[in-house]
């Protein structure tokens, strides 16, 4: 907008500059050809200097026209050269006008003097008439170099402007490169030599990731609190009403004290696996990746769960395979015991859940397979949301997060959960899959 800008002004005072030359070399034309009127024997007497008329091609090669008159009489010059009306009220002040004049644009200069011819004063006017073409071949040479001016302004400007842009958010980037190359738990305070103006941002930005320091601490604090005071009371509740139940004969009452015992499990189910999945959030977003052996991590995990598969009769028959990967060991066991701990609730009594590895493509993959009830009607991607179950686990206790840990786990690493039902829709196979090392 500014180099238009400029522009449009250099080539308006280019114009008006080479108008108002024109004009002045017109008046001293005119005003020459006046001075040389002269009265003898009672007649108006003119030489045309040669100098008014030399004057006028020092500007351009334009076609000049002159007229002089005493009234309707004509002394010299042309005829049809047009008057200005005005001059008439304008004794010997230039008058300057614009027309048309054998088909061209002329601008014209008239003076009008009073000669003394005989025994009365006679006016005489002068007009000296010069086309434009010059005038406009001036401003157009003026226009094209105050186009190039602003364009080159143009470049210089627009240069300096991303330089100092550049140099001007130099510091910013740099805050924001150091802030990105952080990972998700590092909120130490930045420490970084800043311009002026970017101090009330590091200081925001510090006193915010303090603030978010102590959300996160607050919030991890309150996790593993809730964990111990909610899962302590239940499982003391739940030895209680085991108890009662043993020691009571009333069959309405062994009703009721089972009904407790299966609400209590429902809740302690569902209250421990919202506090894992909360742990799995916060820990997915600092992972602790250390050089595993899954075999022994799928070994420990199947050997805690034996208790829990021994009082439905059901075997845990494992195929382990040697293969390691770089995991946080503590959410894989949090993974894998999540699936296991499903496989062996849907299955029935008395059959066996069979834990298989293999390493293809750069990928381990640990199958868990079960006879139960299989994945049910609709998508399987669908009960890896939270708090949804099949249609088919009616009457089984479960919150349905078990699955939804699983996959965020796994997601975290860089793998995968896949869900199939065994052929003849009975049994599922439930498949962790992760990158090896």
Same mark, same amino acid.
């Given at each position: 907008?500014?180099?238009?800008?400029?522009?449009?002004?250099?080539?308006?005072?280019?114009?008006?500059?080479?108008?108002?030359?024109?004009?002045?070399?017109?008046?001293?034309?005119?005003?020459?050809?006046?001075?040389?009127?002269?009265?003898?024997?009672?007649e108006?007497?003119?030489?045309?200097?040669?100098?008014?008329?030399?004057?006028?091609?020092?500007?351009?090669?334009?076609?000049?026209?002159?007229?002089?008159?005493?009234?309707?009489?004509i002394?010299?010059?042309y005829?049809d050269?047009?008057?200005?009306?005005?001059?008439?009220?304008?004794?010997?002040?230039?008058?300057?006008?614009?027309?048309?004049?054998?088909?061209?644009?002329v601008?014209?200069?008239?003076?009008?003097?009073?000669?003394?011819?005989?025994?009365?004063?006679?006016?005489?006017?002068?007009t000296?008439?010069?086309?434009?073409?010059?005038?406009?071949?001036i401003?157009?040479?003026?226009?094209?170099?105050?186009?190039?001016?602003?364009?080159?302004?143009?470049?210089?400007?627009?240069?300096?402007?991303?330089?100092?842009?550049?140099?001007s958010?130099?510091?910013?980037?740099e805050?924001?490169?150091?802030?990105?190359?952080?990972?998700?738990?590092?909120?130490?305070?930045?420490?970084?030599?800043?311009?002026?103006?970017?101090?009330?941002?590091?200081?925001?930005?510090?006193?915010?990731?303090?603030?978010?320091?102590?959300?996160?601490?607050?919030?991890?604090?309150?996790?593993?609190?809730?964990?111990?005071?909610?899962?302590?009371?239940?499982?003391?509740?739940?030895?209680?009403?085991?108890?009662?139940?043993?020691?009571?004969?009333?069959?309405?009452?062994?009703?009721?004290?089972?009904?407790?015992?299966?609400?209590?499990?429902?809740?302690?189910?569902?209250?421990?696996?919202?506090?894992?999945?909360?742990?799995?959030?916060?820990?997915? +977003?600092? !992972? #602790?990746?250390?050089?595993?052996? *899954?075999?022994?991590?799928?070994? %420990?995990?199947?050997? @805690?769960?034996e208790? /829990?598969?021994s009082?439905k009769?059901?075997?845990?028959?494992?195929?382990?395979?040697?293969a390691?990967?770089?995991?946080?060991?503590?959410?894989?066991?949090?993974?894998?015991?999540?699936?296991?701990?499903?496989?062996?609730?849907?299955?029935?009594p008395?059959?066996?859940?069979?834990?298989?590895?293999?390493?293809?493509?750069?990928?381990?993959?640990?199958?868990?397979?079960?006879?139960?009830?299989?994945?049910?009607?609709g998508?399987?991607?669908?009960?890896?949301?939270?708090?949804?179950?099949?249609?088919?686990?009616?009457?089984?206790?479960?919150?349905?997060?078990?699955?939804?840990?699983?996959? +965020?786990? !796994? #997601?975290?690493?860089g793998?995968? *959960?896949?869900?199939?039902?065994? %052929?003849?829709?009975? @049994?599922?196979?439930? /498949?962790l899959?992760?990158?090896?090392?």
């Amino acid at each position: 907008m500014l180099s238009v800008l400029s522009w449009w002004m250099v080539t308006g005072l280019a114009r008006q500059a080479a108008e108002r030359t024109q004009d002045n070399v017109l008046a001293a034309s005119v005003t020459t050809i006046a001075e040389t009127l002269r009265s003898e024997q009672g007649e108006v007497r003119l030489e045309l200097p040669y100098s008014a008329f030399s004057m006028l091609g020092a500007i351009s090669e334009d076609r000049v026209f002159y007229r002089v008159a005493t009234g309707d009489t004509i002394l010299t010059g042309y005829e049809d050269l047009p008057v200005p009306n005005e001059i008439v009220s304008s004794l010997g002040r230039v008058v300057f006008d614009t027309g048309e004049y054998s088909g061209e644009e002329v601008r014209m200069a008239t003076v009008s003097r009073l000669v003394l011819a005989g025994a009365q004063p006679v006016p005489v006017n002068v007009t000296v008439a010069q086309t434009r073409g010059g005038v406009a071949s001036i401003s157009a040479e003026l226009s094209q170099l105050a186009a190039f001016l602003s364009v080159a302004f143009f470049l210089v400007a627009v240069s300096l402007s991303a330089f100092a842009a550049r140099t001007s958010l130099k510091p910013l980037n740099e805050i924001a490169a150091a802030v990105s190359r952080r990972g998700p738990s590092d909120l130490r305070p930045l420490r970084r030599a800043a311009p002026t103006e970017l101090a009330p941002l590091l200081t925001s930005l510090n006193r915010l990731m303090d603030r978010l320091g102590q959300s996160i601490r607050s919030a991890e604090d309150f996790i593993a609190e809730a964990a111990h005071r909610i899962r302590t009371p239940l499982a003391t509740v739940r030895a209680q009403a085991e108890i009662a139940l043993r020691s009571a004969s009333d069959d309405d009452q062994k009703q009721r004290l089972r009904q407790m015992i299966r609400a209590i499990d429902e809740s302690s189910r569902s209250a421990g696996q919202l506090l894992d999945h909360a742990t799995v959030i916060y820990r997915t +977003d600092d !992972l #602790v990746r250390t050089p595993v052996m *899954l075999s022994d991590l799928v070994s %420990q995990t199947v050997s @805690g769960l034996e208790p /829990t598969a021994s009082m439905k009769d059901i075997r845990l028959d494992v195929e382990a395979l040697r293969a390691k990967a770089e995991v946080d060991p503590v959410l894989i066991e949090n993974a894998l015991r999540n699936v296991l701990d499903n496989a062996i609730k849907y299955s029935p009594p008395e059959t066996v859940v069979k834990v298989a590895m293999a390493e293809t493509n750069g990928e381990v993959r640990i199958a868990v397979t079960d006879q139960g009830p299989g994945l049910g009607e609709g998508p399987a991607d669908q009960l890896t949301q939270r708090f949804q179950r099949g249609r088919n686990t009616q009457g089984i206790v479960g919150s349905g997060l078990g699955l939804t840990i699983a996959k +965020d786990v !796994l #997601v975290a690493h860089g793998g995968r *959960l896949e869900l199939e039902t065994l %052929q003849g829709g009975t @049994g599922t196979c439930a /498949t962790l899959v992760l990158p090896s090392s």
